[in-house]
T-cell receptor, first 115, second 109 residues
């Protein structure tokens, strides 16, 4: 069965600093990979997704993620954190070639941004 | 505007009450989902639907039930709420990617 591991339940950065949120997956076949963001008292919003085109994926709000098959990783980065980036971030995987789009989520990483 | 809606956003209710959480989407998606999310935990799929008159149980066992009589509507019902049902419930629909509603935070006293 697929699984997702997000290292670090909390990550703290200063405004303007690099943001790095880690995600590793376990799957024998490279799956589809997603990053979602959840602001307080809201649902999840898709940041970006990897579906097998370019390994470096650019998303909304200046975020990007790189798929590394050799490391089974899909880490999320942003060069310069903004206060508005403070939120919960979830990595998710989905098997390829399945009719049903079942997502398996990681436990989430809360990003804290200080002035 | 195409969107996905959930009502109520917050619900506090006593043990034993019957409740229905509403979910509607205006995107014409066939596939819809219900997830349960506890604080600091991942989302767990509890129900999904391929389309009208199709409902399936997800990975996490749940005492709730769902129905899909119309494409746009996917309500979740708890016949007798208990404190263990206290959680956040997120509804989603999908074409090539999943779109999430804002969630319902349920507290059962």
């Amino acid at each position: 069965a697929q699984s997702v591991t997000q290292l670090g339940s909390h990550v703290s950065v200063s405004e303007g600093a690099l943001v790095l949120l880690r995600c590793n997956y376990s799957s024998s076949v490279p799956p589809y990979l997603f990053w979602y963001v959840q602001y307080p008292n809201q649902g999840l919003q898709l940041l970006l997704k990897y579906t097998s085109a370019a390994t470096l994926v650019k998303g909304i709000n200046g975020f990007e993620a790189e798929f590394k098959k050799s490391e089974t990783s899909f880490h999320l980065t942003k060069p310069s954190a903004h206060m508005s980036d403070a939120a919960e971030y979830f990595c998710a995987v989905r098997e390829r070639n399945t009719g049903f789009q079942k997502l398996v989520f990681g436990t989430g990483t809360r990003l804290l941004v200080s002035p | 505007e195409a969107d996905i809606y959930q009502t109520p956003r917050y619900l506090v209710i006593g043990t034993g009450k019957k409740i229905t959480l509403e979910c509607s989407q205006t995107m014409g998606h066939d596939k819809m989902y219900w997830y349960q999310q506890d604080p600091g935990m991942e989302l767990h799929l509890i129900h999904y639907s391929y389309g009208v008159n199709s409902t399936e149980k997800g990975d996490l066992s749940s005492e709730s039930t769902v129905s899909r009589i119309r494409t746009e509507h996917f309500p979740l019902t708890l016949e007798s709420a208990r404190p263990s049902h206290t959680s956040q419930y997120l509804c989603a629909s999908s074409d090539n990617e999943q779109f999430f509603g804002p969630g319902t935070r349920l507290t059962v006293l």
